[in-house]
């Protein structure tokens, strides 16, 4: 990775793979969140993980994340596949995929505000000067107006699931099923806990790894890419875990069941329920008693808001002044194609937890064409399909169509729950 500023560059750190190989003498994997704890304080988190690890991880572009962050995917910008843009200043950057003549950028303009508007045009300026198209994703109603000022062209692509945890008591009837999964987890043994790396030895950290490298690939086996999404979908790289947080389910003989990794923005007081996995076979529910249990500790610390991050093509059908028709027709047929990507399927999950909904818009200069768009899927691998997993998925989907009606289109699911 290269980073745009005053010509810093960052090594490209050992994978993780390798690293749970070395021996005890090897490279250090210090400053990493530990295992089988009881859940750490947000202050001991930020405090262990803060200083970044020695694997070469972009630490200024991190904090600029961390405090300015505002979207599920602002924290995403520290994977390893991103390049940096920095404004003249050094007071606000971006982090960005390059597809031949097209940037791709996530997470926003990670600035405060008042520096948004020179980083912005600084980033045009910089585009411009090499004949590049410039895409944001994700960016919220409140930049909206900038983005506008610079001619973008501005189209709805989703809305991003956040739970307001001020005064929720997940309880009563909307909680109900929430409460059912996770007290049928707790009666089958399972136990919750945070990993924090700098509280574990060498040893039971690579043991961990050694752990998770069984579950992070398992839910490939139901979807029908060959590879996990990128850019807009993050990745259990423990090489570059900064101020992220690692929560634990294990039954009663230790054996891992699943896991939920959550990444920071607007300096702590939101978290990002980003990457989780679960055991194939494993204890039916662990993942809605790994989520309840961290918002639960989240609560208790003081954490106002957790995101269940983007639902893609919801309520993006009604048009507005300028936007791209192109864009609103591929999320509407983006999300009724459910083989590939399954959006219904989240929204269902992701309603149980009783959100809001704020919308989220494709931001593109000088406007979408099927060029960027094509560039934007290939970016993402979603169409980098397994042809031999297929038949399967196919089957599995006709079945589930025969014991029930069809969901109903995103366009016509509630706002709010």
């Known amino acids: 990775m ?25 490279r250090s994997l210090a400053d990493k969140p530990d295992i089988g704890l009881p859940v750490a304080s947000l202050a001991d988190t930020a405090q262990s993980n803060a200083a970044l690890s020695d694997a070469g991880q972009p630490v200024a572009l991190e904090s600029l994340a961390y405090r300015y962050g505002r979207t599920y995917d602002s924290y995403l910008g520290i994977d390893a596949d991103r390049q940096q843009f920095w404004s003249a200043s050094g007071e606000g950057a971006i ?26 045009a600084e980033l045009l300026a ?3 000067g090499r004949n590049c198209q410039v895409t944001f994703y994700n960016i919220t ?10 001619h973008f062209q501005i189209t709805k692509w989703g809305e991003e699931a956040v739970l307001d945890l001020q005064g929720c008591t997940f309880g009563g009837k909307p909680f109900e099923w929430v409460r059912r999964q996770s007290n049928f987890c707790e009666r089958r043994g399972l136990v919750f806990s945070e990993a924090v790396r700098s509280r574990m030895s060498d040893e039971a950290w690579r043991d961990l790894l050694a752990e998770l490298i069984v579950l992070v690939p398992a839910s490939l086996a139901r979807k029908p890419q060959a590879v996990e999404i990128r850019f807009l979908e993050g990745r259990f790289d423990p090489d570059r875990l900064g101020r992220k947080r690692l929560f634990l389910a294990r039954d009663e003989s230790g054996l891992l069941e699943g896991f939920l990794l959550c990444n920071p923005a607007q300096a702590g007081q939101s978290w990002v329920f980003e990457t989780y996995r679960q055991r194939p076979g494993g204890i039916r529910g662990t993942i809605t008693f790994l989520m309840h249990r961290a918002l639960e500790a989240l609560q208790a ?21 300028g936007d791209s028709r192109l864009v609103r027709w591929a999320m509407t047929l983006g999300s009724r194609v459910s083989l590939v990507f399954d959006t219904a399927g989240l929204y269902q999950f992701k309603t149980r937890f009783r959100p809001r909904f704020e919308s989220r818009y494709l931001c593109a200069y000088p406007r979408a064409t099927l060029g960027s768009l094509a560039s934007f899927v290939q970016v993402l691998g979603v169409l980098d399909l397994a ?10 989907k006709l079945r589930r169509q025969r014991n029930g009606p069809p969901p109903a289109p995103l366009d016509q699911r509630p706002r709010t729950s």
Request: contains cysteine; proline residues 6%.
């Open 95 to 120: 982090a960005y995929v390059q597809r031949g003549r097209y940037l791709h950028v996530s997470g926003g303009l990670l600035a405060a505000d008042e520096h948004k508007e020179t980083l912005l």
């Open 126 to 128: 910089f585009a411009h």
């Open 141 to 150: 109603d409140n930049d909206l107006p900038l983005f506008a000022r610079h």
């Open 2 to 26: 290269t980073a745009r500023r005053s010509g810093l560059s960052f090594e490209r750190a050992p994978s993780w793979h390798t690293m749970i190989r070395m021996s005890t003498h090897g």
């Open 387 to 396: 042809p031999r997993k297929l038949p399967g998925l196919i089957r599995s």
């Open 301 to 321: 610390e003081g954490v106002s808001e957790v995101s269940l991050c983007l639902i893609p093509g919801l309520h993006c059908r009604q048009p507005r002044s």
